[in-house]
């Protein structure tokens, strides 16, 4: 039993750069979502999807992709990398969204020149 | 002012120490509380939930106001292996369970 995993763990892009980061759990969790973590922000949610086949925005979507194919995967795409982009990225699953334990993945540290 | 505001850190105490955090939340209607903790540089963890009643798990004790919308945390008799960054979390269940994450106080334990 893996959890979350979240590939990969570092990465550097040149603006305009588009990549995928990918996300997977093996917890059968109904709901997956995506943050960011900058300094002083807390983390920040970007987008989550509380099944297969359904997505909705968080707090900071723009710039940023999702899709949910199968219960499993949840891979956030970075459409035109910006510096502003640079932060460290956490994929979480829970069972169902709200008052549920959240496990988060290792994250990926992205850094856009 | 953000929906969750905690103590700016770092706090750094003797082993053995009791320490406080705070945390405060601006809406009302936040109905489920928590407290996470992340190691530097790793992902964040949940630490324990926070009910209505106040509740322990063991060296730790956390508090929930709902009249003055604050939550706390207290660490007794501090280990070295405390020493993280403390996540107070806010979930709001009517706007479709939206969890609001504070910025995270920084606790460091020295011998």
């Known amino acids: 039993n893996a959890g979350v995993t979240q590939t990969p763990k570092f990465q550097v892009l040149k603006t305009g750069q588009s990549m995928t980061l990918q996300c997977a759990q093996d917890?059968?969790?109904?709901?997956m979502s995506w943050y960011r973590q900058d300094p002083g922000m807390g983390l920040r949610l970007i987008h989550y999807?509380?099944?297969?086949?359904?997505?909705d925005q968080g707090e900071v979507p723009n710039g940023y992709n999702v899709s949910r194919s199968t219960t499993e995967d949840f891979p956030l795409r970075l459409l035109s990398a910006a510096p502003s982009q640079t932060s460290v990225y956490f994929c979480?699953?829970?069972?169902?969204?709200?008052?549920?334990?959240?496990?988060f993945g290792p994250g990926t540290r992205l850094t856009v020149t | 002012r953000k929906e969750v505001e905690q103590d700016p850190g770092p706090f750094n105490v003797p082993e053995g120490a009791t320490v406080a955090f705070n945390c405060t939340y601006s809406?009302?209607?936040?109905?489920?509380f928590f407290w996470y903790r992340q190691d530097c540089r790793k992902e964040p963890k949940l630490l324990m939930s926070?009910?209505?009643s106040g509740n322990e798990d063991g060296r730790f004790t956390a508090q929930l106001n709902r009249a003055s919308q604050y939550i706390s945390l207290l660490i007794r008799d501090s280990k070295l292996s405390d020493s993280a960054t403390y996540l107070c979390?806010?979930?709001?269940?009517?706007?479709?369970?939206?969890?609001?994450f504070g910025q995270g106080t920084e606790l460091s334990v020295k011998p």
């Open positions: 979480a699953s829970s069972r169902r969204r709200g008052r549920y334990e959240q496990y």
């Open positions: 917890m059968n969790h109904e709901y």
């Open positions: 999807s509380v099944g297969a086949g359904i997505t």
């Open positions: 809406n009302s209607a936040s109905q489920s």
């Open positions: 926070v009910y209505s």
């Open positions: 979390v806010v979930n709001q269940e009517n706007q479709g369970g939206k969890l609001i």
